[in-house]
């Protein structure tokens, strides 16, 4: 895997999101399935998306004991998504837990990566509600570093976050960044948003793409301007940059860092 964009299907059924997807043909994008299309359409939608030749990020952001999170993790491994998550906010311990559960025993796995601090949380909740008192950039990073050391492959972030979480985390730890919009459209309810090329050129390795393709007049040609703007342009800049990269992120294999960081 390397840089791809994902579409958010946040859809209330797994009807409306096999339509939705019946538009691209015989192409066949990388989605997101969060809550409320899991706990409507439940595990088969997983499936049917997978049998279809999908790859899945199924965004169900676990929180909860070491132990809980293990078992469901091993669960979820057999449903054969591409990429699952947890809260950072659990602690390395649940991290690692869900590392284990995630591991099938021929030591394959998805991709597992970390909520740090959701975006929606602003600078006052942290400090009043959560009782945190460092800035908001220095909790990310450091649940971003705690998500590295438990053997995590990345974290959601916002765009804006991705240098500074890259300068911490070393390169080839992944960053996942919603928040993204085109140069020409509405905002929505995000804030900190940037363009595909603007996601691209500060470093984001998948944007999460919801309402500007499922939304759009002509989704297709959205999901292609999308691709044009964060993958092919990239493309372009890893050939030229190939000499640069270790071997592992040129082929956009995960990595699972070991050494010391950065
Ligand atoms: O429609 P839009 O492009 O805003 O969709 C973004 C997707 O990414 C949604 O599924 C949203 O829940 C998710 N997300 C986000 N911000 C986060 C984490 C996830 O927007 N911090």
């Known amino acids: ?142 649940y971003a570093q705690n998500a590295r050391r438990a053997g995590l492959d990345g974290v959601v972030c916002s765009p804006l976050e991705a240098g500074s979480i890259h300068a911490a985390c070393g390169r080839g730890f992944l960053t996942v960044t919603p928040g993204v919009r085109f140069a020409d459209a509405e905002k929505d309810d995000q804030t900190r948003i940037t363009t595909p090329a603007g996601a691209r050129a500060l470093g984001s390795d998948y944007i999460v793409v919801g309402r500007p393709i499922t939304q759009a007049d002509d989704p297709v040609a959205a999901y292609e301007r999308c691709v044009a703007e964060f993958v092919d342009k990239a493309a372009n800049e890893a050939a030229d940059k190939a000499g640069d990269k270790a071997p592992d992120q040129a082929a956009g294999r995960p990595t699972n860092p070991t050494e010391e960081e950065a």
Not at 99 to 118: C, F, H, K, N, S
């Open 1 to 142: 895997m390397g840089k791809d964009v994902i579409i958010a299907c946040d859809f209330a059924s797994a009807e409306e999101t096999l339509a939705f997807l019946e538009q691209f043909g015989e192409r066949r994008p990388f989605v997101k399935i969060g809550m409320e299309l899991f706990y409507a359409a439940g595990p088969d939608i997983v499936r049917a998306l997978k049998a279809r030749g999908h790859r899945v990020f199924l965004d169900l952001k676990l929180h909860d004991i070491p132990n809980t999170v293990k078992k469901a993790m091993r669960v979820l491994t057999n449903l054969e998504t591409d990429m699952v998550n947890v809260h950072a906010a659990g602690t390395r311990a649940m991290m690692e837990a869900a590392l284990e559960g995630l591991t099938r025993p021929d030591g394959t796995r998805p991709l597992l990566i970390a909520v740090t601090q959701l975006t929606s949380t602003g600078k006052a909740q942290l400090r009043d509600e959560l009782l945190i008192a460092q800035s908001m950039e220095d909790t990310v990073t450091a």
